[in-house]
């Protein structure tokens, strides 16, 4: 497509809502100009959709997936059972599900042989549509780490080392690490509290990949694993349920982003069906991960929407939940909202031509029905999803 024009629309801009209604143009991939609406304007020969005074949003970003986790009772188990062939029909078949929801971009933190990584070269190839997919591949793990089976064992500097520059070849944008244990994957032998990865593979881990342009970002819960991560100056904390009030100070001051996934913890503390060794350890943390959020929150750390949908019982797409989830948890909708889009733009990196509809920016974008800043619920059903200046509806 040429150029295409949204007429009429109210703008959430990845920040902030602009007052009045717009015309936003759009050349090829790129909004070229998003003009206050004038019905004497006309766009002659131009293909239009009429907002009609729906809010057009930046396409929403997803920052903690795993799409070749399939949403079901005990996802990791099914991997084990599943070939490799099965996993990448699982990962495509996941992708499909997310531009419908309004959903533009997703962060793959940890897929099986790297299955991420392929699928979104099969949509950036034209294959089939599907979302951005900024995709660390396997995780970097110690050996008997976190998330086995999708990381990468890796002991020492030079391991991890090697392990970093594999994961940075395949053209992955981010590394994934597993600094601590975790509450789902292992029935047994793996505590929250456990650090894993030892300070000075992190610290190896982050300065390789900085050297390379590429961000770190870890699984981490308890809180001695997570003051390691900040030692080493990580990029961004996934879960992050032991952040305390200095902590949260302090990834203020150095620009660690957080990626709390905050519904996916207490939906496994509550839920009947999640495994029984699971549910317990989630329960056990879910009062400080409250706490950490509003810590975070409150210091102004960068904090970032990721649903960990493909988690068990957390069927792809579940942005919504944590958006909602997330409100409950004390952030305005405004912050909610920027949580998915700008916000999430500036921890995957890509802010200066994602997440805002600004000039010059690549046109994903959202028309949803209503003001998603009155209610959260607008954001759901969307009206139209353009991705790259195509329009998918
Ligand atoms: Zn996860």
Redesign the pocket.
Known sequence: MESLVIRKAMVFDGGRALAGLYDILIEKSVIKSITPYDPDTKFAGIESIDADGKTAIPGLMDL?V?LTWNGGADPAEDIRRENAEEHLLTTVGSALKYLAAGITSVRD??SPGDAAIFVDRAIKAGKFQGPRIFASGQSIIMTGGH?PFHGIMADGPWEVLRAVRRQVALGAPMIKISATGGVYGRTEGEGVDDVELRQEEVDMIVDEAHRRNVKVTA?AIGEAGIRGCLKAGIDCI?HGHCITEDMAAEMREKGTALVP?FYIYQHLSSSAEVPEYARKKAADIIARHRNALKWCHEAGVLIGAGS?A??PYSPHPSLMEELYALEEGGLSKEEVLTAATGNAARIIGVSERLGFIKEGYLADIVIVNGDPLESLSALERPAHVIKDGEVIF
Do not use: K
Request: proline share 0%; aromatic share 0%.
């Open positions: 903690h795993h933190l940890g998330d699984h996934e996934t960990d493909g988690s």
